[in-house]
């Protein structure tokens, strides 16, 4: 099991730039396909981003191809979204997620734990 928590978020202007942290505890992170869904009020939550277990592949929905970047550092057990040029419509609640197969990322059923979430607010 492993226990998520995020953090990094706040409120900039659009064209600005944020990094997201998700800091692993429990079983190490490596064990697990990283990702980032977001939730935007009055939405489903969606896919944006996710990594394989080595960091060395990266998936990502095509609105943020481009200009969001996943990583990871499993030495820290931690995972990283890189936000730049940012837009009002990516105002959301920022979760990140760790779940098994990598053929599921892009489902909220792909993920097995997620973290409490951290709130994007881009104004305008």
């Known amino acids: 099991q492993v226990q998520l928590v995020e953090f990094g978020g706040g409120l900039v202007q659009a064209g600005r730039s944020l990094r997201l942290f998700c800091a692993a505890s429990?079983?190490?992170?490596?064990?697990?396909?990283m990702g980032w869904l977001r939730q935007a009020p009055g939405k489903e939550r969606e896919f944006v981003a996710a990594i394989s277990r080595s960091g060395g592949s990266t998936y990502y929905t095509d609105s943020v191809k481009g200009r969001f970047t996943a990583s990871r550092d499993n030495a820290k057990n931690t995972v990283y979204l890189q936000m730049n040029s940012l837009k009002p419509e990516d105002t959301a609640v920022y979760y990140c997620a760790a779940g098994q197969t990598i053929r599921a990322v892009t489902t909220k059923s792909g993920y097995n734990y997620w973290g409490q979430g951290t709130q994007v607010t881009v104004s305008s």
């Open positions: 429990g079983r190490s992170s490596s064990s697990y396909v």
